[in-house]
């Protein structure tokens, strides 16, 4: 990939196509090509095609999914599947048919088995029963991964795969339903506050273990692997670190500075109890995260109270 190379950006709105923009630019890749929601439906292969073949990308970031915390994906499982489906089944194949020199695919590490040995080795693949909360979203992910792996063996495309661990940071979304639990506590820990309210609901038992990655980490392993990495094997990307979300509730609330006391829900799921990513794979090719999660949540609370938080 060459700084002047015409990278196609798929989802550069959301959280993780926004920073892997901001990584792409402060590398000097700035041939940048990105389409709105309105101008171009990535679920319509036709469209899809059409773009592809008028604005002929060298290279292409697969960042566009429908996205959401565990309720978002319990209560619309159609939209999970079907959408990202669509989404990757018509962008690998136009990304195939247009001689593009290398795509990357974002998966997620809930695509392993609910009860796959910790932390989790890219071999767990399909190796067990998925998580029910999210196994829409899953096996939506598994076909994107077993799409650019035939797509690399039948047609030649260099399609790589990474599978990144929860992810957060600025851009993400903090609707209280639809968002994942960091910010969503961002969120219900600045209402609190405001509202002089003694008490956050934090939902399920909080006991289940999850592993956060900063999306700017996240965003600068996607270009070191577009840099580095040519294998069809997926590899993970996460910090190797996990807690609780009774820890994590209380680290937000020190950063907060919410004083009062936390309810934990048992009528919310808790999800898989836990998903840590090993990341051997990833740290063996020199590559490792750099924002740690105090850090990161700081900088979030204050991206959320400068741009969401007034509105
Ligand atoms: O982030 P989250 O929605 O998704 O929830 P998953 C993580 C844990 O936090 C669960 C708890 O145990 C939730 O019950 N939690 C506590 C909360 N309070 C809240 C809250 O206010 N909001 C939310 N959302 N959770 C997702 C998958 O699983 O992981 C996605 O559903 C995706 O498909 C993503 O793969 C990375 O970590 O359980």
């Not at 060298?58 to 990202?84: C, H, M, R, W, Y």
């Not at 593009?100 to 932390?119: D, E, N, T």
């Not at 680290?251 to 799921?269: E, H, M, Q, V």
């Not at 990341?279 to 979030?300: F, H, M, N, Q």
Request: glycine share 8%; proline share 5%.
């Amino acid at each position: 990939m060459e700084t002047n190379s015409r990278i196609f950006v798929a989802g550069h709105r959301g959280l993780v196509g926004s920073a892997i923009c901001r990584s792409l630019r402060r590398q000097g890749f700035d041939n940048l090509i990105s389409r709105e929601l309105d101008e171009l439906d990535l679920r319509d292969p036709a469209a899809t095609r059409r773009f592809f073949a008028a604005e002929q990308p060298e290279f292409v970031v697969l960042a566009a999914a429908k996205v959401g915390g565990i309720l978002a994906n319990a209560t619309f499982p159609a939209d999970f599947i079907f959408d990202n489906l669509a989404i990757e089944t018509s962008v690998i194949d136009a990304a195939a048919r247009e001689g593009v020199r290398k795509l990357l695919f974002l998966g997620s590490s809930c695509i392993y088995p609910r009860l796959a040995p910790q932390p989790i080795r890219e071999e767990s693949l399909l190796t067990g029963p998925l998580e029910p909360t999210n196994e829409w979203y899953a096996i939506a992910k598994i076909a994107g991964i077993k799409l650019a792996q035939a797509y690399r063996a039948q047609h030649g495309l260099n399609a790589i795969s990474l599978m990144p661990t929860n992810l957060y940071g600025p851009g993400d979304n903090f609707d209280p339903q639809s968002s994942h639990v960091l910010p969503a506590l961002i969120r219900k820990m600045h209402d609190a506050v405001r509202a002089g309210a003694g008490e956050v609901v934090v939902w399920g038992s909080g006991t289940p273990r999850r592993e956060f990655l900063h999306v700017d980490d996240l965003a600068d392993a996607a270009v070191f692997l577009m840099l580095h990495y040519d294998s069809g094997e997926i590899v993970n990307v996460g910090t190797g670190v996990d807690l609780t979300i009774r820890e994590l509730a209380e680290t937000i609330a020190r950063a907060a500075g919410f004083t009062g006391k936390l309810a934990f829900d048992a009528s919310k799921p808790d999800g898989t109890p836990r998903k840590l990513l090993d990341v051997s794979r990833l740290t063996a090719l020199g590559w490792k995260p750099k924002v740690a999660l105090v850090d990161g949540i700081a900088e979030t609370w204050r991206w959320y109270l400068a741009n969401i938080a007034h509105e």
